[in-house]
C-alpha cells in the first residue's frame, strides 16, 4: 500500500469529526422548539447534515499522506486563484519563519474551499470586514503561542493558518476541519458571524494544535478535555490581545457571536450560565463538577458539556494564581498539552490532572502557590 511508504502526517486511525463550536445540545433545542421559527430549524437541520459531510472529509483527509495532502492543497489554492510564489512557499518547509503565515479566503456563502483569495499574509485590509477580523484573530492566537510558548504555528512547523469565511448562507458554525478553519455568517437572528470573537478563532487553531500534540480522541473525557483545552486557549487568545489579568476578564467564549448582551456559548468561570432561558436555546446546560457530569450520546458522550468541569479547574486556578492567565497557568497546561507521555490519545480528566501537577512542578516546584492552586482547582471540580 502506498499509504505504508510514505511518512504519515496524521499516524493514527482513530475518527477526525467535525470539532465546531456550537454543540449538538444547542441545535437539538433548536430543532425541537416547536415555535414557528421553521425557517431557522430547517437551516439547522440541514446544518446537522453538512456535520456529517464535513466528518466524512475530515476522515478522508486523516488517512492521505503528507504527499498527498501537498497536491490536494495545491489543487485547491489553484482553485482559489492562488498565485504560484505562494504555492512554491507552502511546498518549502516554512519552519524556518517565525511569523504567522496567513491565508483567508471566502466561500461566497458557497460550499467551495477553500474559495476565493480575500488576503495574504502581509497584505492590506480587504473590504472585507470578516476576512479582515480572523486574519487579525489568527494573529493573535498564532502571538499567544509564538510568544508565550515558544511554538511557531499549529504543528510547530510554521504551518499556514487557512481560513474560509462566508461559508454557505446563514450557517451556524465555525470548524477546524483537520487542515482549516471554516465559518458560517451566522442566522442573524440567535448567531451572528462565527468571526465575531476572537476566542472562536483560538478554539478552533487550538483543536489543529491538539490534532498535533496530544491528539486527544474526540469522544468522552478525552474529547471533553479536547474541547476544554480549546476553550482554555482561546480564552487566554482574548485575554492577551485585551491585555486583561484574570479579574478584568470575563471568561466568556463567543460572547459576540449569541445576539444578545446577556448571552454567550459557553462560560469558563461559572459554567451552566452562559445563556439561561434564552428564548430560542433555553438554558447552558454544561455543569461545572464532576457531580453533574453527564453522557450525551448526541455529543459524542458529551465533550462540549463536559468540558465546562476541566474548563473550570483551570479558571479557579488562574484566578487563585492571579495576574495574567497565560503567565504562569497557561505555560503549565500548554506543557501538559504537549505531554504525550502522561497525556494519551484517551486521557482522562485525572490523567490531565496528573499531567498539570507534573508540569508545574517542574516549572515552578511542588511546594509552589501555583502547584498548590492547581491541586485545589482540580480537587473544588471533584477530579
Ligand atoms: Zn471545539
Known sequence: ????????????????????????????????????????????????????????????????????????????????????????????????????????????NGQSLPGKIIRKEGSKPSKDTDADKVYDSAGATWDLYYSVFGRNSIDNKGMMMIQTVHYLKNYDNAFWDGKQMIYGDGDGKIFASFTSDIDITGHELTHGVVQYECNLEYKDQSGALNESLADVFGIMVKQKALNQDVTAANWLIGENVVIGEQYAIRSLKAPGTAYVNHPDLGTDPQPHHMSGYKNDPDDNGGVHLNSGIPSHAFYLAAVDV????????????????????????????????NATLTESTALFGAEDKVTASIRNAWNTVGV
Open 1 to 108: 500500500m502506498m499509504k505504508e511508504t510514505f511518512p504519515q502526517l496524521c499516524n493514527h486511525n482513530h475518527r477526525h469529526p467535525v470539532q465546531g463550536i456550537i454543540p449538538p445540545y444547542m441545535r437539538l433545542h433548536l430543532i425541537s422548539d416547536e415555535e414557528n421559527k421553521m425557517k431557522i430549524r430547517q437551516a439547522h437541520l440541514g446544518d446537522f447534515s453538512l456535520d456529517e459531510e464535513i466528518r466524512a472529509r475530515r476522515q478522508a483527509y486523516a488517512k492521505l499522506n503528507s504527499a498527498e495532502k501537498l497536491l490536494l492543497a495545491s489543487q485547491q489554492f489553484k482553485a482559489g486563484g492562488i498565485s504560484k510564489s505562494i504555492l512554491q512557499t507552502i511546498a518549502a518547509d516554512p519552519g524556518l519563519l517565525p511569523q504567522p503565515s496567513r491565508l483567508v479566503y471566502s466561500a461566497e
Open 322 to 353: 492571579g495576574g495574567f492567565a497565560w503567565e504562569k497557568l497557561g505555560k503549565v497546561w500548554y506543557n501538559a498539552m504537549c505531554n504525550r507521555d502522561l497525556v494519551p490519545t484517551n486521557a482522562t480528566f485525572a490523567d490531565f490532572k
